[in-house]
Structure formats: C-alpha cells, structure tokens
C-alpha cells in the first residue's frame, strides 16, 4: 500500500507564487508516474501535470508556461512549482502515483489552493 501525502496549499493573491509538495511512501517497487490533478467546486477533477520516471513531463494547457513539475526519484516526491497564479486556479490539488505490479493509482487526500485579492 502506498500513501501518497500532499503539502503545500494556501491563500496567495493574483500573480504570486506557491509550491506544492507530494510524498509517496509505502512502495517496494518503482513509482513510474507522479501527477497533480485539480477539482474546483462544482467542477470534475482535471490534469493538470505530470511526471514520469525518467523526467518527461505533460501540461494541461491552461498552466503552460507558468506551473512547473519536478520529481526527486531517490525521495519519491514530487513538487509543483505554481507562478502567476490567476483565481482560476483555486481548487483543492491532488497528487497521485502510480506504482506497483500490477500497477495502482494511489492518491492523496488533497490540499486546498486559494488564489483571491
């Protein structure tokens, strides 16, 4: 069983900055991929990054240019580095991973991002 915990989350005014934490732990194996997902209220949960072992990365469109995903393999973390935070972007921000044979998506309990003046 893999626990994946998020950290992070806060209030931040338009155009700041924050960064989002993720630890997976748990794993006897690899962890082959880490990614963010987003749900704001009223809405269904969306991608919005994510990371493979060996680095590749993915966007949604809508964070292109100003999220940033990273992963510390040897840590099993993996982070989300959040610039020019708009209000569109408030929404709880889950972390999942997928690990395992056969393979599980295992995911967080989220952490809430709040970008309002």
């Known amino acids: 069983q893999v626990q994946v915990v998020e950290s992070g989350g806060g209030l931040v005014q338009p155009g700041g900055s924050l960064r989002l934490s993720c630890a997976a732990s748990?794993?006897?194996?690899?962890?082959?991929?880490m990614g963010w997902y987003r749900q704001a209220p009223g809405k269904q949960r969306e991608l919005v990054a994510t990371?493979?072992?060996?680095?590749?990365?993915n966007y949604a469109d809508s964070v292109k240019g100003r999220f940033t995903i990273s992963r510390d393999n040897a840590k099993n973390m993996v982070y989300l580095q959040m610039n020019s935070l708009k209000p569109e972007d408030t929404a709880v921000y889950y972390c999942?991973?997928?690990?395992?044979?056969?393979?599980?998506?295992?995911w967080g309990q989220g952490t809430q991002v709040t970008v309002s003046s």
């Open positions: 748990g794993s006897s194996g690899s962890i082959y991929v």
């Open positions: 990371i493979i072992s060996g680095g590749s990365t």
């Open positions: 999942n991973a997928l690990a395992g044979t056969p393979r599980v998506l295992y």
